[in-house]
């Protein structure tokens, strides 16, 4: 794999050359199969989801459900396969009033 020094994006081959997915860079393909890969840490914090017990969940994605404990009627949510794989998954309810949490089975 050859990654963009541009942009940092992933590059594919087209000929003798190395073209970058996304600004459309060009260069010639690295042949050296010891050549150093370089990570570079582009997630902001912002961007993670939290899925622990004890975790904020701003970020999280929300449904239109009716709390049972205070009636709001907006809850975050998660999905989690909590069966066997030809079982529908659990999803996980947190209102975004009260706190109170909840499953609900397909």
């Known amino acids: 794999m050859q990654f963009c020094e541009e942009c940092g994006s992933l590059m594919h081959a087209d000929s003798e050359e190395m073209v ?4 459309g ?3 010639a393909k690295d042949e050296d199969v010891t ?3 370089v990570s570079i840490e582009t997630q902001r914090f912002d ?4 899925t622990t017990e004890d975790a904020t969940d701003e970020g999280m994605p929300t449904a239109e459900v ?8 907006r809850a975050w949510y998660t999905i989690k396969q909590t069966g066997a794989a030809d079982e529908p ?3 996980f309810f947190k209102c975004t009033e009260c706190g109170y949490r909840w499953r609900e089975y397909d």
Request: charged residues 25%; hydrophobic residues 20%; aromatic residues 4%.
């Open 47 to 50: 961007d993670v989801i939290e």
């Open 66 to 73: 009716t709390c049972e404990q205070c009636g709001n009627d």
């Open 25 to 27: 860079a060009r260069v």
């Open 35 to 37: 050549a150093q890969y």
């Open 89 to 91: 998954p659990t999803r």
């Open 20 to 23: 970058c997915s996304s600004c």
